[in-house]
């Protein structure tokens, strides 16, 4: 659930696809996209009848699970190096231990839907920290105005109009916050782990284990243990560790590999019109008028954000 972004390291076994696969990414996107639209449900299901850390707790638990046997079946083995694991430390909390909590605690006052969206303004974030934080990311007109656009799109699923009526607003302040929690990931990790040589596997395995460890130890001094085991809820973290977590980095690493990361970042505008079908069709959740037209706003907006310069051809002598 964050914007694709081409990770650090080295692709581990990423040749070129023969022309007999050329079709199979797309399905792939699709499942990626799915998975993803899907795992604000799961999340609503799992936090109603265990506490956030503890649905965060076991997203990490499972999808740590599934790198791991990934990482057996291709014989790969964690970076090495202090200092490698000193910053995926710091990638852990701020990709994954953060903000799979906020939306955890986002999601037992707001909506579903509500918390889909609010995922979708992370391009926004990307693109104003990038400006900030990012040299070679130089603004150009139209990216602005794709920012500028985005965040009125912000404003239009909130309601500003109405003074916020009705809007819970510390969750969905919490839901924004984990937004924002995964550019400024992705801007550490560009600046501190690209090129280490692992491969994107290892990086990310390691990644999650830390990220397990991290909740792990805070798990238990916020929450008690369960008086009763509900088996549902149980099941929707079961999937949203497994399937939202750790088979949608395999599919989302393959993606870039495969189709290049321009292509498989377009999973980010799919994701909340997947979140806001299943909360609505599902779960019961109602929209007003406002939630579908600013969330198409905010992927406009978002989508603008994403476009680069076409590179200046330079004339021959």
């Given at each position: 659930?964050?914007?694709v972004?081409?990770?650090?390291?080295?692709?581990s076994?990423?040749?070129s696809?023969?022309?007999?696969r050329?079709?199979?990414?797309?399905?792939?996107?699709a499942?990626?996209?799915?998975?993803?639209?899907?795992?604000?449900?799961?999340i609503?299901?799992?936090t109603?009848?265990?506490?956030?850390?503890q649905?965060?707790?076991?997203?990490l638990?499972?999808?740590?699970?599934?790198?791991?046997?990934?990482m057996?079946?291709?014989?790969?083995?964690?970076?090495?190096?202090?200092?490698?694991?000193?910053?995926?430390?710091v990638?852990?909390?701020?990709?994954?231990?953060?903000?799979?909590?906020?939306?955890?605690y986002?999601?037992?006052?707001?909506?579903s839907t509500?918390?889909?969206?609010?995922?979708a303004?992370?391009?926004?974030?990307?693109?104003?920290?990038?400006?900030?934080?990012?040299?070679?990311d130089?603004?150009?007109r139209?990216?602005?105005?794709?920012?500028?656009?985005?965040?009125?799109?912000?404003?239009t699923?909130?309601?500003?109009?109405?003074?916020?009526?009705?809007?819970?607003?510390?969750?969905t302040?919490?839901?924004?916050?984990?937004?924002?929690?995964?550019?400024?990931?992705w801007?550490?990790?560009?600046?501190?782990l690209?090129?280490?040589?692992?491969s994107?596997?290892?990086?990310?395995?390691?990644?999650?284990?830390?990220?397990?460890?991290?909740?792990?130890?805070?798990?238990p001094?916020?929450?008690?243990?369960?008086?009763?085991?509900?088996?549902?809820?149980?099941l929707?973290?079961?999937?949203?560790?497994?399937?939202?977590?750790g088979?949608?980095v395999?599919?989302?690493?393959?993606?870039?590999?495969?189709?290049?990361p321009?292509?498989?970042?377009?999973?980010?505008?799919?994701?909340?019109?997947?979140?806001?079908?299943?909360?609505?069709?599902?779960?019961?959740?109602?929209?007003?008028?406002s939630?579908?037209?600013?969330?198409?706003?905010?992927l406009?907006?978002?989508?603008?954000?994403?476009?680069?310069?076409?590179?200046?051809?330079?004339?021959?002598?």
């Open positions: 659930m964050s914007t972004t081409t990770p650090p390291g080295r692709v076994g990423a040749p696809a023969p022309a007999r050329r079709f199979d990414w797309r399905l792939r996107f499942a990626l996209s799915l998975i993803w639209g899907f795992s604000f449900l799961l609503k299901v799992g109603g009848a265990y506490a956030p850390f649905v965060t707790l076991g997203r638990l499972f999808g740590t699970a599934v790198l791991a046997a990934a057996a079946v291709r014989r790969e083995r964690l970076p090495r190096g202090v200092r490698i694991w000193g910053h995926l430390t990638a852990a909390f701020l990709l994954n231990a953060l903000p799979f909590s906020l939306f955890a986002a999601e037992l006052t707001i909506p509500l918390a889909g969206i609010c995922n303004t992370s391009p926004l974030w990307g693109m104003a920290l990038s400006l900030i934080a990012l040299s070679e130089r603004p150009t139209l990216r602005v105005a794709g920012l500028g656009l985005g965040f009125l799109g912000v404003l699923v909130l309601g500003a109009w109405q003074g916020f009526h009705g809007l819970d607003v510390t969750g302040a919490l839901a924004l916050l984990g937004s924002l929690s995964y550019p400024i990931g801007i550490y990790v560009r600046r501190t690209a090129g280490t040589g692992d994107h596997l290892s990086m990310t395995g390691a990644q999650l284990l830390l990220a397990s460890v991290q909740l792990a130890v805070v798990t001094l916020f929450t008690t243990l369960p008086t009763r085991v509900s088996v549902g809820p149980l929707a973290i079961a999937a949203l560790g497994a399937l939202g977590t088979l949608a395999l599919l989302q690493y393959g993606l870039v590999a495969e189709v290049g321009t292509t498989a970042q377009m999973v980010t505008y799919f994701i909340p019109v997947i979140a806001t079908a299943a909360g609505v069709a599902l779960l019961g959740e109602t929209l007003t008028w939630t579908p037209v600013g969330a198409l706003i905010v406009t907006g978002a989508a603008l954000t994403q476009l680069r310069p076409k590179p200046r051809r330079t004339s021959r002598p």
